[in-house]
């Protein structure tokens, strides 16, 4: 009797030996990480942690809890070729994986993930300057500070995001929105070569030569994990930034937007030189019924921020001001995004944005999405500490625009602003998770009902995970079909389909 399932376990195990079969079985087939026999195959420098460890803990623990990968084994390469022994061994194994820089990934798809391998980054974060100055290799793991810290040290700086703990290569693959966008372009746009792990666990020079090139700017996380880049660098050129700030209180929100509209976006022609950065919040200190508005102007080669720029805000009302001088360097800490500041603690918070990106303010839907806002964090006190923020940072956009839409897949180089209403929560009470996503989803309503498209533009980075891939990678039907067709070529099994799946 016994015969039988030990039979029907032995065609079992062996039919799921093929990969072929193994695709097909799916769940049927037994996923078992051998986490000895992993590391077995992997460098002296590499790490593989189990559930219940330091390591572990310190290589899952991520910024947004909503909808996390379930981790089994967490492998830290050592070196570009752990990464993939790793990936072959997942292979192998049938089992899934997904690779993690900073952890701030928090697009709602990474939650498919189940019983793999996560492949943490970290050690892979050298970063070094090239002889002649004009590019840096950059480990695929490195986070933004760690990077502009060295360059600045060697009087060179390159586009990376806002934020001093996320990564290069989580945005950048993306594309990729920080201070520098104006003059240099995303920070996709700065890779000159890329070292990569495909699907089938090979390592491949990425570049302007391959046709996977193009869809590893804006489309990336869909193709494989890359282990290093090459990426532009720049002479340091105008190291002191300056910024002024302002507090309103919501009876200005029609006459702050149409002056940042009139006064700096100025439909996509906000100089490269200045920056704006605004967001509704509650501060009941000062304000228990209302949300607060603020908004910082940013000023590049400068000890005190123009009077052009900041005169017609002055003249509003603001309640309060501030201004500093400094470099470069403090932006990250200026705008909150600092490695000490709140957004860069994992304090298990669920973390959710509803981005939309745009041309210019509505003036109408910012007041009805502050009335809506002001309501919701009202009633429901858990989203008290939301933000609706206005452009995430207002980085002007010359340098993004100036290289052709049609030449990468990052999608939407034609708007001029990224607006993401921000629900941030602890977990607990019934029922917030389906509120956040109804207030998230109508905020964005109201924005998007103001542009008078019909398509939505959901940069992809901030997702919050239930858009159409259309919203993610554009809306040409050519972008779509681009797309299969290389994820069709290189990853056929679909291996890469956690950030935002393509396919
Ligand atoms: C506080 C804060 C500030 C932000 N500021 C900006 C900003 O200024 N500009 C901007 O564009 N975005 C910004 N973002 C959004 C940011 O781009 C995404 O959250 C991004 O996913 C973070 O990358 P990470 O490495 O920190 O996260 P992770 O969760 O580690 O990575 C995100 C995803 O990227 C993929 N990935 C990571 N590393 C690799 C690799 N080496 N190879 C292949 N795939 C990889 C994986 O699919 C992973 O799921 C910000 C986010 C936060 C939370």
């Not at 919040?281 to 908004?295: E, G, R, S, W, Y």
């Not at 939407?412 to 989803?441: C, Q, S, V």
């Amino acid at each position: 009797m016994e015969l039988i399932p030990a039979v029907a376990a032995w065609a079992l195990s062996s039919t799921c030996q093929s990969m072929v079969a193994r695709d097909w079985l799916g769940g049927i087939c037994p996923r078992r990480i051998d986490a000895e026999e992993l590391s077995l195959r992997l460098s002296s420098s590499a790490r593989v942690y189990l559930p219940g460890s330091d390591g572990f803990t310190r290589a899952t623990t991520r910024w947004s809890v909503l909808d996390v990968p379930g981790v089994k084994v967490a492998a830290v390469p050592g070196t570009e070729n752990d990464v993939a022994e790793i990936v072959r061994y997942a292979n192998k194994q049938n089992v899934p994986y997904i690779a993690v820089s900073g952890g701030h990934g928090a697009i709602t798809t990474v939650g498919k993930m189940q019983e793999g391998i996560e492949i943490w980054m970290n050690q892979l974060s050298n970063v070094e300057i090239s002889d002649d100055g004009l590019t840096a290799k950059i480990g695929g793991g490195a986070l933004s500070k760690s990077v502009t810290d060295t360059l600045w040290s060697a009087g060179k700086q390159t586009v990376t995001g806002g934020c001093e703990c996320t990564s290069i290569l989580g945005p950048g693959l993306g594309g990729g929105h920080g201070f520098l966008q104006a003059r240099y372009g995303l920070i996709g746009d700065q890779f000159v070569s890329m070292n990569v792990v495909l699907a089938d666990g090979t390592i491949q020079i990425i570049d302007k030569n391959s046709d996977l090139w193009w869809a590893m700017n804006g489309a990336g996380h869909n193709f494989g994990i890359v282990t290093s880049i090459t990426s532009k660098i720049h002479d340091i050129q105008h190291p002191n930034w300056a910024y002024e700030s302002f507090i309103f209180t919501g009876d200005k929100v029609e006459g702050l937007y149409d002056k940042i509209n009139t006064h700096l976006l100025k439909n996509g022609t906000q100089p490269v030189d200045v920056m704006n950065y605004s967001f509704f919040f509650n501060n009941p200190d000062v304000d228990p019924t209302k949300p607060l508005i603020i908004i910082f102007i940013f000023q590049e080669g400068a000890t005190a921020v123009d009077a052009t720029y900041t005169a017609s805000f002055h003249d509003l009302g603001p309640i309060s001001t501030e201004a500093a001088e400094g470099s470069y360097l403090d932006l990250p800490v200026w705008t909150g995004n600092g490695n000490e500041s709140p957004p860069c603690q994992k304090a298990g918070l669920k973390n959710i944005r509803f981005p939309i990106d745009i041309e210019s303010y509505h003036i109408p839907s910012q007041r009805k999405a502050y009335d809506l806002f002001a309501s919701a964090t009202q009633e429901i006190p858990a989203f008290n500490n939301s933000l609706f923020l206005k452009g995430g940072l207002t980085y002007s956009v010359q340098g993004v625009q100036s290289i052709p839409s049609e030449s990468t897949a990052y999608p939407f180089r034609g708007d001029n602003l990224l607006l993401a209403p921000f629900i941030t929560y602890a977990p607990g009470e019934p029922d917030l998770d389906k509120k956040a996503a109804e207030l998230g989803h109508a905020l964005r309503n109201i924005i998007h009902e103001g542009t008078g498209r019909s398509e939505m533009h959901t940069y992809v980075n901030y997702a919050y995970g239930d858009e159409a891939k259309e919203n993610w990678y554009g809306h040409e039907k050519w972008r779509q079909e681009k797309l299969l067709t290389l994820k069709n070529k290189y990853d056929p099994r679909r291996k890469f389909s956690f950030y935002a799946p393509i396919a």
